[in-house]
């Protein structure tokens, strides 16, 4: 049970180890960059970019011709978009914003950290100067379980209410995430397609809705969205699912049969009403992706798209839902959610509901 201090692929971090599950944190934009079970440590389910990583505080101008934006050339595994999900709007841009927000780029600090033979608890947070807001991060591991439960808590520090949206944009990628191999499951009811152009190589329909799990496709065919199927040799989509709100739960599951694990999340449903569905299978040309990447982004968020907090405001809501929420002046809210990265049992095909169970979690399989 200990909480370290690491270079991880030539970044700074820190190391949860719990003695079964490793959990890696960046402190360039606070990333969970990857998860390890100590019986399987060369795995990592999260993406793990193939272009070198840079801390966001070394990112300059002349390195837009590369990486695009503070962000890609800092992103690794699950980010937090806050206070905006998607692009920053022009203006924004202009005075030198990017997508997602301020706190996936970000300075994080270690604000606090407690380790007994039972259990270690780290929080980590950073202020973001722009949007006035303070974030703090804490994640909790017990002895020998292969879970993390973590809760976040953000702050206005101004005296003005301020809308935000708000996404943990949880990326999986290569060699759990194997074309034909591995299969996606979450309690989704209505999708829908982005609305707008997304890249020069789709697979899906644009703009148009579905019943998850199959969506349009680009031609006269139906793409089941469990998986991505080998016959797509290359292709870059995004779609949100609407989950079901009769449900407390939140949660998304990935599995491969064929490595016998499986990488889940699981949240409170109201909170984070929509998973974004964003797959980058080899499409997107241009440096640095240089059609060279396979990932898969399973986004929980209470906003459909990352198309930026103007969209989101001027939208309003969809399938009854609100597009963006509200922080009050001097207000605070919190979220919590559960990450497990486990064993898979034989035979199981796909996830049909996951719930908290005591300080874990439970599964019904197919």
Not at 43 to 67: C, F, G, H, M, Q
Not at 109 to 116: A, C, D, F, I, Q
Request: charged fraction near 25%; charge should be neutral; proline fraction near 7%.
């Amino acid at each position: 049970m200990k909480i370290s201090r690491i270079d991880y692929a030539g970044r700074k971090a820190w190391q949860l180890d719990n003695g079964t599950l490793q959990v890696v944190v960046l402190q360039g934009g606070g990333h969970i960059a990857a998860l390890r079970l100590a019986e399987r440590p060369e795995i990592n389910p999260l993406w793990e970019p193939v272009w070198p990583s840079k801390e966001p505080w070394e990112y300059r101008k002349e390195d837009a011709t590369y990486y695009e934006s503070r962000l890609l050339a800092s992103i690794r595994g699950h980010n937090l978009c806050l206070p905006w999900f998607g692009g920053a709007s022009a203006g924004e841009e202009h005075a030198g914003l990017g997508p997602h927000g301020e706190a996936p780029v970000m300075r994080w600090r270690l604000l606090s950290e407690s380790v007994s033979t039972r259990r270690l608890t780290a929080v980590f947070g950073c202020d973001l100067p722009v949007s006035n807001l303070r974030v703090a991060r804490t994640i909790t591991l017990d002895a020998g379980e292969s879970c993390a439960r973590v809760r976040e808590q953000v702050v206005n520090l101004s005296r003005r209410d301020v809308p935000y949206t708000y996404c943990e944009h949880v990326t999986v990628g290569a060699p759990f995430l194997e074309k034909g191999v591995t299969v996606f499951d979450m309690p989704a009811l209505e999708g829908h397609t982005f609305p707008y152009d997304f890249e020069p190589c789709p697979r899906l329909k644009s703009n148009s809705a579905f019943s998850w799990p199959m969506a349009p496709g680009a031609g006269s065919e139906q793409v089941d969205l469990r998986m991505i199927a080998r016959r797509y040799r290359k292709s870059s989509d995004f779609s949100t699912q609407h989950l079901d709100p009769a449900r407390e739960w939140g949660w998304f599951s990935a599995l491969n049969q064929d490595m016998g694990l499986m990488l889940a999340y699981i949240w409170k449903r109201d909170d984070f009403p929509w998973v974004g569905n964003w797959e980058e299978n080899y499409g997107r040309k241009r440096s640095p992706w240089a059609g060279k990447t396979l990932t898969r982004g399973m986004e929980f968020a209470n906003t459909p798209f990352p198309s930026g907090l103007r969209d989101a405001v001027e939208r309003g809501s969809m399938h009854g839902e609100p597009t963006f929420r509200w922080l009050p002046a001097r207000g605070k809210i919190s979220v919590e959610y559960g990450i497990v990265w486990q064993a898979l049992p034989e035979g199981v095909r796909g996830v049909k509901d996951a719930r908290p169970a005591g300080r874990g979690f439970e599964f019904e399989y197919v």
